[in-house]
């Protein structure tokens, strides 16, 4: 049950976090945010599938009678998703940046021009 209550709790503060890097797609490029969003989730997509299969081969064949290596084998599992978002976090910190990217601009802006009259 603590476990269970400590998921919870991570997934409520996650929830803080979702919007925090959703906004920086917009900022990196205004104009390709779309597609760097799809690019963002499809690589999360990856990982919440390579996840399951990891920790799947890391109980797998440990008998259940076995509390104490099947408590070793969890918490390697858990360690190693803590590792995954600490090193996202780092590298974000590194590399990360909220500034308008020049591939955003193509060199081909066009210009609206609208007459007197239009206006």
């Known amino acids: ?28 490029s205004p104009r390709y945010s779309a597609v760097l969003c799809g690019l963002g ?6 990982a919440g599938i390579l996840g399951p299969m990891f920790v799947g081969w890391l109980v797998n064949g440990v008998d259940q009678d076995n509390h104490d290596e ?10 190693s998703a803590a590792g995954v978002w600490v090193l996202g976090a780092l590298q974000y910190c590194v590399f990360g ?16 021009v609208q007459s007197d009259d239009e206006l």
């Open 70 to 79: 099947l408590c070793k084998r969890w918490r390697i599992a858990f360690i």
């Open 97 to 112: 940046s909220a500034e308008v990217q020049e591939w955003n601009y193509s060199g081909e802006e066009e210009e609206v």
């Open 41 to 46: 989730n499809g690589m999360c997509a990856v």
């Open 1 to 28: 049950v603590p476990i269970l209550v400590l998921m919870n709790t991570a997934m409520f503060f996650q929830g803080f976090a979702n919007p925090c890097y959703y906004v920086n797609y917009a900022d990196l």
